[in-house]
């Protein structure tokens, strides 16, 4: 069964970091795009960023270019998100999703960021 | 990177059926045949209900459809069932390995 679990939220003042992880099992981890998803509480899914199989392609929301780094460890089945210079409009649930096909289909249950200060 | 259009809310009584649309633009609804829709209960993660327009995962009851014409993408749910009261959203495939969600649709079921 696919199990994707992250970790690392919580509360960071405004211009701070956080690390996002994302621990993947019940498939091959190394044979599938990667992403990172977020939710304000109350709104919408907007997309934050990709990861390729192998780790070698990118992708980013303009929201979050130049201040968030996806990357992921396949030895470790691990997906994560660098998250710097955060903003009071980061404050979401960040889920880690599998891409199959061009879209999501395994969520993980989501990890809170709130940036205040 | 605009948020597709959905509708905020609809409704329907048990048994019946509501369709949901969706709209984008030629670059991402009307570009691709990757639309792909999800049901989401407050506080849970999302959960995956339609795939390349018109697909439904294993375990995805029949009730669920989806359809698209041009740059608008629609999930229809038919004889209505209590547990489908929850939010909705479409997902469309918009080039470079990048997704755009809509702003997602809150179902009530009378």
Known sequence: EVHLVESGGGLVQ?????????????????????????????????????????????????SVKGRFTISRDNAKNTLNLQMNSLRADDTAVYFCARDTRYAPDYWGQGTLVTVSS | QSALTQPRSVSGSPGLSVTISCTGTSSDVGGYNYVSWYQQHPGKAPKFMIYDVTKRPSGVPDRFSGYKSGNTASLTISGLQAEDEADYYCCSYAGSYTWVFGGGTKLTVL
């Open chain 1, 14 to 62: 405004p211009g701070g970091s956080l690390r996002l992880s994302c621990v993947a099992s019940g498939f091959t981890f190394s044979g599938y795009w990667m992403h990172w998803v977020r939710q304000v509480p109350g709104k919408g899914l907007v997309w934050v960023s990709g990861i390729s199989s192998d780790g070698s392609g990118t992708t980013y929301a303009d």
